[in-house]
Each structure stands twice: as C-alpha cells, then as structure tokens.
C-alpha cells in the first residue's frame, strides 16, 4: 500500500463539521415596508432580510397578525444560490420557506410606539437532510434603538462589555491591545453609526471595520481592519493582520467627543465624522475618505466587515450612540438601470405623440412623478443632508407639525418644537461652548427623532466650518444646554406653541429608593465625567424624582432637589459590575405620591427652580398624541385637527385645503397635456424647468425642496406674452412639474456614465491632437434668379479651412453636409435646458472632487504638508502705478504678480493645480500652495491667497497703459486679454467686456503664459474663488458648446457687424440692378465702397488677420462678396 486514504466521512457528520446544528447567533437586518390590503383585510408585510454572514439578501412576505408578524423568505435577491448555506441549511444551497413569528417584547415600554418597539420570536425550517426531516428552530430578536450592539462572544479578554452591550472598556491592570466586535456585518450598502469616546488618550483608541475572524483561533489582543487612530492617522492591517499599515488623516479625537462612521459597501469607501471640542472650540468636521478600496476587483466572494473598537490603555472607553442610518444604496445593477431610465428618456423625450396619453415605456416616469406630485403638494417633506453625505443615504424629513410633536416627545421636551423654530446650544454632549454658544434651526421629524440644522451665522462660535451645516438629529440627552430663542410665531399662534406636552414612561419621575450601602453622588449635569458634584445623598433614603433620562453614555440619570442641590444621580455604577444604587418605588400608596410631589414644588419654589415639576403622566405615545389634541381643542383649534388639515395625520403643511382627487389616472391627466388636448412640448418644459431652477435659486433650496407656492407665485409673475407658460393652468404646471423633478434625480445619477463628446469631436481630437471648433450661426443670403453657370456663380462655394484632408472627406460631403452620427451625447446637448441648474452645478462639482490631487496630511496638523510649497510675491513692486510707468512690456510682465506666480509655478505637474488642501485654521479655504508676500508681516490663513488670485484679475483687466503703441493689446498691462471693439471704437455697450488676446498665435511665451492662465482659472474655480473676469458670451458660449450668432458678436463689436449688413445690403442691390439691367451677373464687378475690402481683418488687438490663406490680397467681388 503506497497511499492510503480516509474513509468517507457520514453524511451528518459531514454536515456536523461545517458548525450545522451547534448553537450560532448571527445579525440580521430586516427592512419592513406595510402595505394595506385592498379588501379590508389584515396590512400584508413585504420586507427584504439581509444575512451579512452569508452575503446575501433575501425577499419575504407576510401580514400583520394583532400586535406581531409574520413573514416567510420567498426569494433570494442577492448572493450565492448554490453554495455556503451548510451552517445555516445543512445543504450548499439556499432554501425558500424559512417561517419568522414575531410579536412585541412584554420590555417594551411603548407598545404604540413604532420606533421603540422590540419585537421577540422565532424562526422555523423544515430542512431535507438525505431521507431524513429536520426542523431548525432559531430565537429572534429584532429592535430600532441601535444599528448593533457590541458581540459578547467577540471581545478580547483585556476588555469588558456594559451589561446592555453597548460600551466596552479596558480592565483595569490589563495591558496591551484588545478590541470589540459589533453584532451585526454589512456586506452591501451605506451605514452610519456614532460612537462616543467616554475616556481616552493619544493614539489609544482605534474605531472602524474588520472582518470577524474565526472564533476558534481569533486573536483579538490585536487591532485588525481598517479604521481610524485617535492620534491623528488611518490604520489597516495586511496579510491576515501580520502586518500594519499608517498614514497621517483626520485630526486627533479625545474624551467627549462623538466619531460617526461611514460605510460605503457599494462604493467601497470607508470615512469618519468628528463632532468634538479642541482647545474650547466646538469642531464638527467631514474627515473625508479614510480608505476607498474596501471592494478588490479581484475578491470572488464578497467581504463581510463588522465593526470594530480597538483599545491600549486601562482607562479607555467607548459608548455606541443610538444614532444611525442604513440604507441598502444602489448597486451596480440598480445604477445601470437608471442610466438605461436616462437613456430612455433622452433619446424619445421629443418624440411626439399620437393621443394624449403617454408612450407606454414612459409610464414609469408618470407613476414616479405621481409619487412626488403627491407628497409635493402636501408640503409636508424636506430633503436635507446630513453628516452621512452618501448620496445613497438619503434624509427626507417631515415638517408636518405633528410630526414634530411627537418627536419633541419622544426627547422630553416641555414645549413641542416645530420646522423653523430656532434653538441655542450651551452645550455640546455635556461639555460647555462658554461664550461660543451656537445657534441652530429646527428641520422636521425623520425615523422618529427631530432634526437641525447650525446656523452658523447666528452662532458665537466663529470656527464653524462648512461640515456645520449638515444636519443631524437631537437626543434626549441634548436637551441639557438647550434653550428655545425664537418660535415660527407668523406659521403658528403663540397659544399652539405654548401647549404643554405629556410625559412618556421613558422621562418619568417618581418615588425612588436609594438602596445601595454607598453614597449617591449629585452631580450638577446630565453627563458624569463634565459635570461637578454638589453633595451626596445617603443609602436608604427615599427621595422623589422629578424626572429620568438616558444620558450619552447610556446610563439612566434621575433629577432630584436634596437639601437645595438639584441635580442628577445615576441609576449604576458606571464600569466594572455596574452596580445598581436605586430602584424605582411603583407600588407606594397614591397619598404617599402626592405628598411626596407638592414638598417637592414647595422646596423648587423656595429654590428658584423654574424647571416644570408637575407633569401630565401617560403611559403611550398615543395618550400622549391624545393629550395634545385636547389642548389643541381647548384654545379653539379643533377644526385643525379634522383629516386634511394642518394638524391632523394626514396635514397639509401650506394649510390650504387640496384636492381629494390624487389618483394616478388624474395625475396623467393632468401632467400629459398642457392645455387638455396639446401634449407638452420640449419648449415648454424647458421654459418650466428654468422657471423652477430659478425659484429654487431665490429661495436659496434645491429644485427638490422647493415649496410648491413659490413655483405658483412665479407663475403668476409671467408678463411675458410670448411665454409657453403664460396660460398654463396651475395644477397641469405642478404635475407637469413633479416629472420634471423625478426626471432631473434620474439623470443626476446617469450624468457620470454618459459620455459628453459627441463623435465628430472625438475624431478631431484624436486626428488634430485637439478640438477647436466653434459653432456659428451663418447667414442664408437670397440667390439671384437664373442658373449660377449662367449668372457667373460657377466659383461660388464656401471658403475651406480645413487642415486635414481625412477630416474634410469624413465631417463634409459633397454638399457640405455634416456627420452627425446619433448619439446620446447629442441628445444631451439638445436637452440640456431640461436638467435644473442645480442639477449640472452638482454634477459639476462632483467631477472637481473625483479628479482632485490627493495631498498627504503632515504629521504635526498645524504644519504644512511639503506638497503645499510656499510661494513669495511681491505685491511692493507690483502696484498698478508702477506697471504702466514701466515701457518695457517685458520687465511689467516680470514684476507683474501674474507674471511671478508663473514664475513659480511653470515646471509644476498639472497634478500640482489640482490639489485642494485645508489647513488647520485656514476658515475652510482650499489651497495648492501657500503665499508669502515680501516686505508684509501677513500670514497666509487663507486672505492672503484669495488676494494673489484677485490681483491677478486687476491686472489682466488694467488697459491703462499710456506708454507705449497705440493698439488695444498695447494699452494692457498683460498681453493676455485685450478690451473688445467696442470699448476701442467708443460705440455701443458691453464696453467693458474683454477678450482673450490672439497674440498667442505668435508668440511661443504668450502661448505659455495663455496656457498657465488656464490653470489659474482652473484653479480659482477649485478653491471656491470668484474671478471677476469681465467675458463676453463670444468666449462662454463656445466653451459651453453652445451656437454663436451674429447677435452675440453685434454684442462686443458693432461695427463689423453694421459693415457686414452694409456689405450684404450693396451686393444684393448690385446683383439685382445687373440681372435686371444684363441679364447675367459679372463676378469681377468691384463697386467703389469694396476698393479696400479683402478676405481679412483686424483682430482685436489690432493685428490684420487673413480670413483665408492668402486673404489679404484677394478683393471681394461681385462673384465672391458671399464667401
């Protein structure tokens, strides 16, 4: 025997060794969406499970069964079908018919509440495991507070978890690294989490994702993954986590401040938020991108990546924040579909159609537009950003005001805070702004919870920065250092807005019982560690609360007032066992209570408390809800709350009552024709599109957010007869409208895949190394009658230039036709005034971001990295008076600023320009060099460079050179731009326009210099400069790819235009007398107004130009005045 092999294994010990059978927990994401049956009957379920574990996502359906569901899988929509399914199946392939039971947990303390509640059960399958049945049994438990909890079994033994699972800790006395799993992976789409760094020092806490190792061999003694140090840098292990590796990012974070995380699984991308104080300044700041290559192309099977906190020291700590956003995003699929939705769009939009009825294929558009035409009259929905600023993370909040209310009730608030009311922070969790306080607006309710907005002009805190105004949600422990300043009094009657809100289970007082042998401690703030002590209460006393709240360390702190101190004791000991010190009394005699609550009014009232002490108690969000309409009745307002109105469930935000019919048959009805019978014309919704573009723009919102009242106030502005939407009724604009909107999101996500060359450029970029056409407008003269041999035009056709005998026999035919391939380029162009321009500005500035040069963070955050060279000039030398007294244009040139910032940078990269840097202290401002200015004593924090680029301007822009020759380009200071005719000539407007000079055309250095001024404007647009360069559209349009006409050239020069009509008009008159007179035309004629006239002219910089080659010696004729 030379080799022997074992025998087969059995078949259930073979499913035994993949884990089949041994008790698994693994976490789950359910995505639920509740559809009401037609026939009365039980709200059916349809819901998507996504099992990271297994990389896949599955689709279920189910009903509502009284207070529970239940639902079963029916159809895997991603993952492997036929593999990796023995742990869960005990087969490789995936099987239909998994049964979920669940129902409310008897822990909820909301039973009405849907975004409180837990829900508790079962998961059953029968599997067939050869002739044998096996029912696989598992425990369920499924809630909304966290997108995870920390995993029990997946923690080093230097560290421990808080008994709810959501802090970990280092030991005391332990040493070295140890690190934290979360409970739950992503495999696929956009999630954000926040985490609350409760104590730690430089370089000793490290947050981000990892894949979970295997359990039996985890070394969790050592940070893996990818994620981001609190001493300023990235971190990502290599090679199984053997080795490491680290680079400056971010900035350091330390004890109290907040860190979000992003997860990008669709893109691949990993970046962090930083919401923290430094040096008393309040620092919210968008990190960037950490890593962006989470996805390998060459990785067959999807990666897994849980979270992960890794922690050195013995006093470290880290709380997870119940503040989260998940969204599954759009795939690759799901993106090359819109794009084919885009495709569809552009290529049939003008097709016109046979009936007024849509085309078949653009009834998804119709049933899209119906959806926001709905929610868009209500004006009851705002689209805000948040800090996750994935576009796949989208945040529409409502700004219903019940809505509102009931998310102030859930935050315990006093008073119901509505969208517009203003608010002031004196705090940032639990840590005071001093002087730096900040100001912020009420947005609306999302996911249960109310959401703001810095204001940062109205803020103290000057250091706000851009991240500032991404919207964020409140939690109830923000309302420490919260103060209402200004209410929508002009929205909403101060009466409304003074009702009093009932108190939740969550936020409610009582009787307590100071049981433990210890000390309480009261502390004079919401968090522990930022709060002082003020006294300490001793063991078994009994002492009434008058409220409990949840603080950002996820302790429950009870309010009380003992011997004049009021403030918070803690239900636990914070770390270690977490000992409880209290409990709650509920079954003391009711006289016990009262007593008990009016000794506490009378101590608050001798104290000067002016906190609320009594309040109205109920059990349910809903008597909650209940509560506020009896109020809302006894001020007289109750006709509000009937269904339709302002205050009722299904309100309408402009309090303005609409109509009752919102079928989807009436929608198409209205939004397919504009006046009943004539379907809308392209014309039409480009006039409707602007019209939205510009009131969206005033109103200082996006298209998406417009409220419909502005868009039928503009409306009713039109003066303007010859305006497609002067009779346009009201309701077919709206709708009409709403499509639009739907139209624009769709191709806002096809704009990067749609390629804007159209074919004929792509050729004479690739024959000619470029693409310099420009598109005019010509004018169609009248042929005399009589056939051209006859009447001597034998000669006339158009004058050729072209420079490329491929390109003339491929763009022109014989009869000077163009190639003009179809193409979805072509259509884009033709279109284009039917994208908002908010839309194109987005798109815009999304390719600036993707193509922007990645500049490396120095390891001292107040240092410059060694990319961002700094660049001395002198602006002594260079003042205005001193550059027109200088005669040679070559020494204005060199001491000029532009000509010493070219100076400086004409050996750099393009890659160079390209860099978009921040630095510490800069107010934000982008840079790709620094400024030094000579003989100042200024320091470049950001004026000093915006101030290089405007002194630029002024000296391209300066024609007040007396020295010199007489020609426009002699009068300038730089032979860059010249001034256009009409300012030479002194006749007609636009006589401060300029012009890019055409000496370029000549000279090598000026060629240079018009090219670095390209990348100087390049690089302004970047940095979010304003160049105040004075163009005329004869230089816009052509670079918008846009038709020049003879109007736009009458513009800067009026009298070329005049000689040009005066010419046509004498040729004309000529050709009409000789005909008449002889019969046939004499091409050699030359009237006396022609003597000079020859195929040339004057550039504006006053050099003779010849049209053709050889043009300065060729006369116009009476045979070629048409050329």
């Not at 002087?435 to 959401?451: H, S």
């Not at 039409?684 to 019209?691: C, F, I, K, P, R």
């Not at 050996?907 to 003989?935: D, E, I, L, T």
Request: hydrophobic fraction near 35%.
């Amino acid at each position: 025997i030379v080799l022997k092999y074992p025998s087969p294994m059995q078949l259930l010990a073979r499913i035994g060794s993949t884990g089949f059978g041994a008790e698994k927990s693994f976490g789950v994401i359910l995505r639920v969406r509740f559809v009401s049956a037609v026939d009365g009957s039980r709200k059916k379920i349809v819901a998507i499970v996504e099992w990271p574990d297994f990389n896949a996502t599955i689709l279920a359906e189910g009903e509502v069964v009284n207070d529970g569901w239940t639902f079963t899988e029916v159809r895997l929509l991603s993952g492997a079908s036929h593999s990796g399914w023995d742990l869960r199946f005990g087969t490789p392939s995936w099987q239909a018919g998994t049964v979920y039971r669940l129902e409310l947990s008897v822990a909820c303390l909301d039973r009405t509440d849907p975004y409180c509640r837990e829900m508790v059960g079962k998961c059953t399958f029968l599997s067939q495991i050869g002739n044998r049945t096996i029912q696989i049994t598992g425990d369920v438990r499924m809630q909304k507070s966290h997108l995870f909890y920390f995993d029990p079994k997946m923690h080093s033994s230097n560290t421990s978890l808080s008994s709810d699972n959501l802090s970990v800790a280092k030991i005391t006395g332990s040493s070295g690294q140890g690190c934290a799993f979360g409970s739950v992976g992503f495999s696929c789409g956009v999630h954000f989490w926040e985490f609350k760094v409760e104590q730690a020092e430089v370089g000793s806490i490290f947050l981000g994702v990892s894949e979970k190792p295997d359990s039996k061999s985890a070394r969790l003694t050592r940070w893996m993954g990818h994620g981001f140090v609190s001493n300023r840098s990235s971190y990502e292990t290599t090679g199984h986590g053997m080795g490491e590796r680290v680079a400056v990012y971010g900035d350091q974070f330390h004890t109290g401040d907040i860190v979000g995380v992003l997860l990008d699984l669709n893109r691949g991308r990993l970046s962090f938020f930083l919401d923290g104080l430094k040096y008393g300044e309040h620092i919210i700041a968008d990190l960037g991108d950490a890593f962006d290559n989470l996805i390998s192309a060459s990785s067959v099977k999807p990666r897994t990546l849980f979270p992960i906190v890794g922690i050195s020291r013995s006093s470290d700590r880290v709380t997870l924040t119940p503040r989260w956003l998940s969204s599954v995003g759009a795939n690759s699929q799901e993106e090359y579909g819109l794009y084919q939705k885009a495709w569809l769009l552009l290529s049939s939009w003008s097709r016109e159609r046979p009936t007024q009825m849509p085309f078949e294929e653009h009834m998804w558009v119709y049933r899209d537009g119906w959806r926001n035409w709905t929610a868009w009259k209500t004006s009851k929905h705002l689209r805000i950003r948040s800090r996750c600023k994935s576009s796949s993370m989208p945040v529409v909040v409502d700004v219903s005001p019940r809505a509102c209310m009931k998310a102030s009730m859930r935050l315990g608030l006093e008073v119901a805070l509505f969208s517009g009311d203003h608010v002031i922070f004196s705090k940032s969790s639990g840590r005071s702004l001093g002087a730096n306080k900040e100001e912020a607006i009420i947005l609306g309710a999302f996911n249960g919870l109310l959401w703001y907005r810095l204001d940062a002009q109205q803020s103290s805190n000057s250091g706000l920065m851009e991240s500032s105004s991404l919207a964020w949600c409140l939690l109830p422990a923000d309302k420490e250092g919260m103060a209402i300043v200004r209410r929508r009094e002009n929205m909403f009657p101060k009466a409304l807005l003074d009702i009093p809100l009932a108190r939740l289970p969550g936020f409610r007082g009582g009787l307590i019982n100071l049981f433990h042998d210890s000390e309480a401690v009261v502390r004079d703030g919401l968090e522990i560690d930022t709060s002082d002590v003020l006294c300490t209460i001793p063991a078994n006393t009994i002492i009434y609360a008058v409220e409990k709240r949840i603080n950002a360390s996820n302790i429950n702190r009870y309010r009380v007032l003992y011997n004049g101190n009021y403030g918070w004791i803690s239900e636990k000991m914070r770390g270690g066992s977490e000992e409880v010190m209290l409990t709650e009394i509920h079954n003391s005699p009711q006289e016990q209570k009262e007593t008990a609550l009016r000794e506490l009014i009378s101590a608050a009232a001798t104290a000067g408390i002016q906190d609320r002490i009594k309040w109205t108690e109920v059990n349910s969000l809903d008597e909650g809800v209940q509560c506020w309409e009896d109020e809302v009745r006894s001020i007289g307002m109750g006709e509000y709350l009937v269904e339709g109105e302002f205050l009722s469930e299904t309100s309408n935000s402009n309090r303005e009552r609409q109509s009752t019919d919102d079928s989807f048959g009436t929608y198409v009805s209205l939004a397919s024709t504009i006046d009943g019978e004539k379907p809308w014309s392209v014309e039409a919704d480009m006039q409707l599109v602007e019209l939205l573009s510009k009131c969206a723009s005033k109103d200082g919102v996006t298209p998406q957010n417009l409220m419909a009242s502005s868009l039928v106030k503009a409306l009713g502005e039109i003066e303007s007869e010859t305006s497609l939407l002067k009779t346009v009724r009201l309701d077919k604009a709206i709708a009409r409208a709403a499509l639009l909107r739907v139209a624009n999101q769709v191709f806002s996500y096809a704009l990067p895949y749609i390629n804007v060359n159209l074919p004929e450029e792509k050729l004479r970029n690739d024959t000619l190394g470029s693409d310099s056409k420009i598109d005019f407008q010509t004018t169609t003269l009248p042929l005399p009658d009589g056939d051209k041999q006859r009447i001597g035009l034998s000669n006339y056709s158009k004058v050729e230039l072209g420079q490329n005998s491929l390109i003339e026999e491929t763009l022109k035919s014989s009869n000077t036709a163009k190639w003009s391939p179809p193409c979805c380029a072509r259509r884009l162009r033709s279109l284009r005034r039917l994208l908002f321009s908010q839309t194109k500005s987005a798109f815009f500035e999304s390719i600036l971001d993707a193509t922007s040069t990645f500049t490396p963070m120095h390891q001292d955050e107040y240092e410059e990295p060694k990319e961002i060279k700094t660049i001395k000039i002198n602006r002594v030398r260079a003042t205005q008076s001193r550059l027109i007294a200088m005669t040679n244009p070559q020494d204005r040139l060199k001491q000029s600023v532009f000509g010493q910032l070219h100076k400086e940078l004409r050996s750099w990269p393009n890659s160079a320009f390209r860099r978009s840097y921040v630095g510490k202290g800069h107010g934000g401002q982008k840079r790709c060099f620094k400024v030094k200015f000579v003989g100042e004593g200024v320091n470049d924090y950001g004026g000093p460079y915006r101030a290089v680029f405007e002194q630029i301007v002024d000296e391209l822009q300066c024609d007040a050179v007396t020295v010199g020759g007489t020609k426009p380009s002699e009068k300038c200071l730089l032979p860059l731009l010249v001034p256009c005719p009409n300012k030479s000539t002194a006749v007609g407007n636009n006589q401060d326009k300029f012009l890019l000079s055409t000496t370029p055309l000549t000279s090598t250095i000026n060629q240079e210099l018009m090219q670095f001024f390209g990348k100087t404007v390049g690089t302004a647009v970047r940095h979010n400069l304003n160049l105040a360069l004075n163009f005329s559209l004869m230089l816009w349009r052509p670079l918008s790819r846009l038709l020049v006409t003879q109007g736009h050239l009458e513009a800067i020069d009026t009298l070329i235009v005049s000689n040009l009509k005066d010419i046509s008009k004498l040729g004309l008159d000529l050709e009409s007398r000789m005909m008449s007179e002889k019969g046939n035309l004499d091409g050699s004629f030359r009237p006396d107004e022609w003597i000079d006239l020859t195929f040339s002219t004057h550039l504006p910089d006053g050099t003779r130009w010849s049209l053709i080659p050889g043009g300065s010696e060729i006369a116009v004729t009476l045979g070629n005045w048409r050329d």
